[in-house]
């Protein structure tokens, strides 16, 4: 439908190849005060990310509010300037492009946003809106824009004859659609996905699930899939990205993860989630942590976790761990792992039935 | 339509329970409200029962009636706005029928309610423990001294930490899940005999989330209060429900025991809540079953069941899915459904259909 793919090709990864790679990742904002507007801190929002994500997979950013996730998917659009380290996009780093090189590659790199009310333009009909994609990058269609446009609808599962109408005639669901078909448009490689689904209810979230798992089977599309929804997180990722106050403390293997979590806040997560089976309430084994995240303007030192874990120690308050391998393809940033692959696994939450 | 309605309620609405017998009784509860477009019938005839000690779970999807009716109970409705009938009788006295000022007196002391947003909920311009010394003085004799000792043991009980130092501070100073459980203190300062928890862990962390749902049911446990709690997740009503209410377009759709609604589900409705939603704690499925469509605008509901239009099964039924409403019935047991399908049609359709694949 569009010309840009045959141009780009040749650069474009095969399924399985890195497309892009992230080193050293660092976002402060700067916390401003009195007069003279003097810096007098910084909000660590993301304090040193380095991962990658391959053509065709779903890596999964998960974590509580103000862990950095968030600011992470705006790194990753460029939507925000990174203070620190590299985001290379198919070979080309973009971590530090200005505005109009950029242009060219938001073809290539877009994002589903989680407020499906507050993304659409409310005096704008949905042509026009999943239209701009086109207008903005002055891409040629063969049939014209109206037509692209009508095709793109009947793909997220709308009618063509919602093309003249409003967002404020939609359901939550629909638009969650019509944001959908704009990232669409221009057949993207990369799509990040804030929170896509956390504000739908239940049977529309599933709808929303299934078809972003069509798109990518169709389009080879690879996600960025940012989200808290552990349930969620597990039936839509390949792989997945446990983060703390802006540093990844665990990223590993969907399987591996939730079958095998090795960072104690993995575990917390996994075992604090509500599960939908009666027999379970009466077993309590989870994990109680205590007390909230900490503020990232002036986080723990070392690790960052050791003020809420129950295995820290005294090297925990000094020595922070790195993200190493412990197993293939499983990095954990701890000094005391659970789950360590010598170890026999414990009986964790998560083990399926039967 | 009506009429035949009529006749139904009196076997359809009593069964477990004598009349009376119950703590919480509300029966063939209406709330309606009168719009340009339309009358809007938020909840259109729900009954159910709730004892001392005991947690009700009411699940559905937004707009399905929930909070409508946790807030008629309290009767938070402005007046004037919503059309009330049928009858909430709590410990015997008649909810409906009482002045505003009669159901006031009833807040805070025999029920109260934690809402889903604590940082609206709360008045930003007051200290969390004014709120909490004023709720408490209002029920008890007693002085501002007292009543403050009183607040900082129950910022202190729900897990607060330094609660002499935080009583002074104001909402917005808390995070989230402090300001969440600041506000479960003030609902909970009279001891209520009935605690409504809507949405109570929503807009929360999961991990903030588990401290939260521990809270409730260790204060229930020790207070003895009967507990309503609203939600859409499924994992937090199995967790807390004894009793579930799964509510769809203003009525009730299914009502049994947590056991009987995740182990064997009758309605349709919700074979496709369990269906839609991923199982952390099973072998991941290929694809999620969604329901088709979307909720039905409570303006124009679907006629018949409301919610024929995104069955699968409503074509087994004869026209009746399309014609005449489903009354929640009794199948044995107390589990209630409110479902045309034969009891035949409905067990095939369970254990070829949906069982295996849950």
Redo the contacts between chains.
């Keep these: 439908m569009t010309t840009t793919d045959s141009e780009l090709t040749p650069k474009t990864p095969k399924l399985g190849e890195e497309i892009l790679s992230v080193t050293g990742l660092v976002k402060h904002f700067p916390i401003r005060k009195g007069v003279l507007q003097r810096q007098v801190g910084a909000v660590q929002a993301v304090d040193g990310l380095t991962f990658n994500v391959t053509r065709g997979e779903t890596l999964s950013l998960v974590g509580?509010?103000g862990c950095g996730k968030t600011t992470t998917g705006r790194l990753l659009t460029r939507l925000e300037t990174p203070t620190d380290g590299k985001i290379v996009f198919e070979g080309r780093d973009i971590s530090h492009l200005g505005e109009g090189r950029m242009r060219p590659l938001r073809r290539d790199v877009q994002m589903i946003f989680q407020d499906p009310y507050g993304s659409l333009n409310p005096r704008h009909t949905v042509g026009k809106i999943v239209g701009a994609p086109f207008r903005l990058q002055h891409v040629k269609t063969e049939h014209g824009v109206k037509k692209a446009v009508q095709e793109l609808l009947e793909l997220v599962g709308l009618s063509p004859e919602h093309y003249n109408r409003y967002p404020h005639e939609f359901?939550g669901?629909?638009r969650q659609r019509i944001g959908i078909a704009r990232t669409l448009a221009l057949r993207p490689k990369l799509i990040v996905a804030d929170e896509p689904v956390s504000a739908l209810?239940?049977?529309?979230?599933?709808?929303v699930?299934?078809l972003l798992?069509d798109l990518q089977e169709e389009f080879d599309l690879t996600y960025v899939m940012i989200a808290?929804d552990?349930?969620?997180v597990?039936?839509v990722s390949d792989r997945v990205a446990v983060m703390y106050l802006g540093k990844i403390v665990e990223l590993a293997d969907?399987v591996d993860l939730?079958e095998k979590p090795m960072h104690p806040y993995t575990v917390?997560?996994?075992?604090?989630?509500?599960?939908?089976?009666?027999k379970?309430?009466k077993k309590q084994e989870?994990i109680?942590?205590q007390?909230?995240?900490p503020s990232p303007i002036n986080p723990p030192p070392a690790c960052r976790f050791h003020t809420r874990c129950w295995k820290a120690q005294d090297i925990c308050k000094s020595v922070e761990p790195p993200l190493v391998e412990l197993a293939p393809g499983h990095q954990t940033a701890c000094h005391f792992p659970e789950n360590q692959p010598t170890d026999t696994p414990a009986a964790t939450?998560?083990q399926?039935?039967? | 339509m009506t009429d035949s309605e009529d006749l139904i309620r009196p076997q359809d609405s009593v069964q477990r329970v004598e009349r009376g017998e119950a703590f919480l009784d509300v029966r063939d509860l209406r709330v309606h409200f009168p719009t340009d477009d339309g009358v809007v019938k938020s909840v259109d005839g729900i009954s159910f029962q709730l004892e001392r000690g005991k947690t009700l779970g009411i699940v559905g999807?937004?707009g399905s009636g929930k909070s409508v009716t946790s807030l008629s109970i309290m009767g938070l409705h402005p007046p004037g706005v919503a059309r009330i009938s049928g009858q909430i009788f709590l410990d015997g006295q008649d909810l409906v029928t009482s002045s505003r000022e009669e159901v006031r007196l009833l807040r805070g002391k025999r029920m109260a309610m934690i809402f889903q947003d604590p940082l609206s909920a709360m008045h930003p311009f007051y200290t969390v423990g004014h709120q909490i010394i004023e709720a408490y003085r209002v029920h008890n004799q007693v002085s501002k001294q007292v009543a403050r000792k009183h607040a900082i043991e129950m910022l202190d009980r729900v897990g607060i930490?330094q609660p002499d130092r935080r009583v002074d501070a104001y909402p917005h100073q808390f995070?989230?899940?402090?300001r969440q459980r600041a506000m479960i203190a003030m609902a909970l300062s009279c001891d209520p005999d009935l605690l409504i928890a809507d949405e109570p862990t929503t807009a929360l962390?999961?991990?903030?989330?588990?401290?939260i749902?521990?809270l409730i049911r260790d204060l229930q446990r020790e207070f003895n209060s009967a507990v309503i709690i609203i939600t859409?997740?499924?994992?937090?009503?199995?967790?807390l429900a004894d009793d579930i209410q799964v509510m769809y377009a203003g009525r009730a759709a299914e009502y049994g025991t947590?056991?009987e609604i995740?182990?064997e589900p009758q309605h349709p409705y919700t074979w496709?809540?369990?269906?839609?939603?991923?199982?952390?704690?099973?072998?991941?499925?290929e694809?999620?079953?969604?329901?088709?469509g979307?909720?039905p605008s409570l303006i124009n509901v679907p006629t018949g069941c409301a919610f024929n239009p995104r069955c699968n099964y409503a074509h087994l039924n004869g026209g009746a899915s399309e014609t005449e409403r489903p009354e929640l019935l009794d199948t044995g047991n107390g589990h209630k459904v409110a479902c045309h399908l034969s009891p035949k049609n409905r067990q095939q359709a369970w254990e070829t259909d949906i069982k295996p694949k849950l």
């Design positions: 509580e509010s359901s669901g629909q209810d239940v049977s529309i979230q599933a709808q699930v299934n798992e808290h552990l349930s969620v597990r039936h969907r939730y917390a997560l996994l075992s604090a989630v509500p599960v939908p089976d009666t379970r309430k989870r109680r942590l007390g909230d995240v939450a998560d399926p039935k039967s | 999807e937004s930490p995070s989230g899940g402090m962390d999961v991990t903030v989330q588990a401290q749902l521990d859409h997740d499924l994992g937090v009503v199995a967790e947590a056991e995740f182990d496709g809540l369990l269906g839609s939603m991923p199982r952390i704690d099973r072998e991941r499925s694809r999620l079953i969604p329901i088709m979307a909720p």
